[in-house]
């Protein structure tokens, strides 16, 4: 049987995919994505078959090109065989050999034709129903077992339909999706150690914090359960029964929300009534629970670590009752005053007893309270975000607290046991006495302006309280600084500064900051004379001041752990391995984004045979640093710490002759009322320790008035650390940057192996 009208047909076929459909499809195909103004759905449908993308190598460079262009390519090909008639190879005669190149062709083209439909479904799937698409890539999402980048592409683009539903309020998909993020997240928090904070992948906070801005920005009427998971916190704190300890990072993405919607009442009270539920439910406090035989408390553990929740709990939102006060949400903190789940009342986010009150004015208003970061830095206020200002948080929180301690003399007494205006239980340590009386003296500034704030005072209907009260208020006040300074010994103020701990606080000052420059020795070119090249960028790092505990001074009294060097180590962070490593991200001239699988092609690919060049690793961890120690180039290797927190897996690939200079210069002193020391003459490093007590340090004394009054000036002195160290980059200068991707943050799109070019 001879094949008759192959050749017709097929060509017919493949000129009509070819010339006409193709090129439709096309122009489909590059708008997918515009409708929800989307990034990752292209993505998506670029790994849909027959879509998906296959590695091609020429000339030992690589090329992609999709499953379907492949084959309609081969079957083009296939056309050459029809056109030249070939012999048939080792004399073989016969009726397949003979009409092989029509039955190849046609073979093709019926592929071709296959793949084109299917091409075709997907394509219209993909511009057409939300509801359809969203269940799609569903789908897809859930069947990914390995292939972790993949799954993270399908789920920012679940992300974005979410996103694009709340815009065009499209109701359709709320259930869907709901349903989807909480078996997401219940996922996640099932397989979470419970011994461990739960730190979500990036995607998810990214998720909760733009809905929260649509929220804000937009008129929602349709999605308004999707929006509640959002802002009120319950996709992050979980919807489950799960006692998981929540992280800092989940902290601060909780913060960014607040600080989104903190002028929208709707949206904070959902936020507060879901976290009144979590603190009553999942936060119940830990009772002792005794061994009668042997003695003591068997779940003292537990007990701890329930209080160190609790306490981390309660202090974010005090911090919101401070924004919310800033703001001049007056209505807004009647209902948070009066918001309770319960009869008799309580209320689980509020204080109970004045102790718990003077123990978060003090929490508030000690600087130098044993935490990671600031507390202006960590609940950061609108507009109080400079250096300028950044300690009025403190004072806007602690003023929160003082209309906490009025709305103290409206509450009724339900048991016999409960006093509400009973003065606190002090605390027995030292330092934490001094502490206190430190912030009773600004609890009292605070509570001040909060009683001239008439409009305030009569949006909480508290003008009979305050009328009643006023009085009282002072005797209290009075009366727990009475009770402080008994308690402390009149002794703790005359002190003497010790100077045993003095010269200890210079040596591990001049110690830590000298090693910490020594770290950097390697990724600084040496000069030979005390000329410094003209720069356009010149990056400089100097030493601060700041208050401490005068007892850390002082003998037979309660130093604290590491008095005499935390300060230096602080600098070191915040300043020498923060700037130092910041400098090359200000200097480099380009940038790319690559994995752990082409780093080494791309390093060898810039520096190919080049001999005089030096790689400087920041913060490199155990997966890279062991690739890079098995690498031909491993002895060019430089690895430096850094406290930057963008500056993780980074390297910097450059000449050497292109390293910075740093420059150690001389201080030109503007106060000469620190009293300078100077502890290392190679570094021109100085030091002070002033007791700003003393009458003839009166000066000092006026410069901290925000920060002290005249109650806490005996339990303070002012300590320095002073230098000025210059770092100078060359004007014409070549230095790549290259960062390694990682699936818990957002860094941009991944560069190719072919985008690098080599070093000049």
């Known amino acids: 049987m001879t094949p008759e009208y192959i050749i017709e047909i097929c060509v017919a076929i493949d000129i009509a995919i070819l010339s006409i459909s193709y090129p439709i499809i096309v122009d ?125 592409y399908h789920l920012k683009a679940i992300n974005e339909l979410t996103f694009y539903a709340l815009q065009k309020q499209d109701e359709h998909l709320q259930e869907t999706l709901l349903e989807f993020y909480y078996r997401v997240i219940n996922n996640i928090r099932k397989n979470q150690n419970n011994n461990e904070p739960l730190i979500y992948p990036i995607d998810i906070y990214f998720l909760v914090n733009k809905l929260t801005i649509e929220s804000v920005n937009i008129e929602n009427k349709k999605l308004r359960a999707i929006e509640h998971r959002a802002v009120s916190g319950a996709w992050l704190l979980g919807e489950d029964f799960e006692e998981i300890q929540i992280s800092e990072e989940t902290y601060n993405w909780l913060w960014r929300n607040i600080y989104t919607i903190c002028d929208n009442p709707r949206l904070v009270k959902m936020f507060w009534a879901n ?77 109970e007893t004045m102790s718990d009150i003077f123990y978060w004015v003090e929490n508030f208003s000690n600087e130098f309270k044993n935490r990671k970061i600031p507390i202006d830095s960590k609940y950061y206020f609108p507009e109080l975000d400079n250096l300028g200002n950044s300690r009025q948080v403190n004072y806007w929180i602690c003023s929160y607290i003082s209309i906490l301690f009025i709305r103290q ?58 009328e009643v009260n006023q009085g009282d208020f002072k005797i209290f006040i009075n009366k727990l600084t009475e009770s402080i300074r008994d308690k402390i010994g009149k002794q703790k103020f005359d002190a003497q500064l010790s100077a045993e701990k003095i010269n200890s606080f210079y040596i591990k000052s001049n110690n830590i900051i000298t090693g910490a420059f020594k770290e950097y020795d390697s990724i600084f070119t040496a000069t030979t004379d005390d000329s410094f090249p003209e720069s356009e960028l010149k990056l400089s790092i100097n030493g601060a001041k700041t208050l401490m505990s005068k007892s850390a001074f ?6 604290g752990f590491n008095y005499d060097s935390v300060f230096a180590e602080i600098i070191v962070m915040n300043k020498i391995k923060r700037i130092i490593p910041y400098s090359f991200n200000i200097a480099k001239t380009k940038r790319y984004l690559l994995n752990k699988e082409n780093i080494l092609l791309s390093i060898d690919k810039l520096i190919g045979n080049k001999q005089d060049i030096i790689i400087i690793g920041f913060n490199i961890g155990f997966q890279l640093r062991r690739i890079l ?110 960062s390694i991707a990682s699936e818990f943050r957002e860094q941009g799109i991944q560069n190719d192996i072919n985008d690098i070019e080599s070093l000049k």
Request: aromatic fraction near 16%; glycine fraction near 2%; proline fraction near 4%.
């Open 28 to 152: 489909k195909i590059s708008n997918i994505g515009d409708k929800y103004s989307s990034q990752y759905i292209p993505v998506i449908f670029n790994t849909e078959f027959p879509e998906k993308r296959v590695p091609i190598r020429i000339n030992k460079k690589e090329y992609k090109i999709s499953i379907f262009k492949l084959t309609l390519f081969t079957t083009l090909f296939s056309l050459f065989f029809l056109i030249f008639q070939f012999q048939p190879l080792f004399g073989w005669d016969n009726w397949v050999i003979n009409n092989s190149a029509k039955y190849l062709v046609l073979f093709l083209s019926t592929i071709l034709t296959v793949f084109f439909f299917t091409w075709l479904d997907k394509a219209a799937l993909y511009n057409g129903k939300s509801k359809s698409l969203l269940v799609h890539i569903i789908n897809k999402y859930d069947s990914i077992k390995d292939d972790i980048e993949n799954k993270q």
């Open 275 to 351: 976290s009144s539920q979590y603190c009553n439910f999942k936060l119940k406090k830990e009772y002792p629970e005794y061994n009668f035989e042997h003695g003591g408390i068997i779940n003292q553990k537990d007990i701890n670590k329930r209080d160190f929740e609790r306490n981390q709990f309660i202090e974010f939102h005090y911090a919101l009752g401070g924004l919310i006060y800033y703001r001049k949400q007056y209505n807004l903190l009647k209902y948070l005053f009066e918001y309770t789940q319960s009869e008799p009342p309580a209320y689980a986010l509020l204080p």
């Open 409 to 466: 003399y409206s509450l009724h007494q339900y048991y016999t046991f409960q006093d509400f205006t009973a003065l606190p239980k002090l605390p027995d340590d030292i330092l934490e006495l001094s502490s206190w009386l430190d912030s009773v003296s600004f609890f009292e500034r605070c509570l001040n302006d909060i009683l001239i704030n008439t409009e305030l005072i009569k949006v909480l209907g508290y003008n009979k309280i305050v």
């Open 554 to 559: 002082t003998d037979g009294d309660l130093s």
């Open 629 to 738: 120690e098995e690498c031909s180039f491993r002895n060019q290797v430089k690895y430096v710490p850094s406290t930057d927190n963008h500056s993780q897996d980074i390297l910097y690939i450059l000449r050497k002759s292109y390293l910075p200079i740093i420059e150690h210069k001389e201080i030109i002193d503007e106060e000469p009322e620190l009293k300078l020391l100077p502890i290392n003459n190679e570094l021109k490093i100085y030091a002070s320790v002033i007791d700003i007590n003393k009458e003839e340090n009166k000066s000092i004394k006026d410069k901290w008035h925000l920060e002290i009054t005249d109650d806490n000036l005996d339990l303070k002195v002012q300590i320095a650390i002073s230098f000025l160290s210059v770092i100078y980059w060359k004007d014409n200068r070549e230095i790549i940057q290259i």
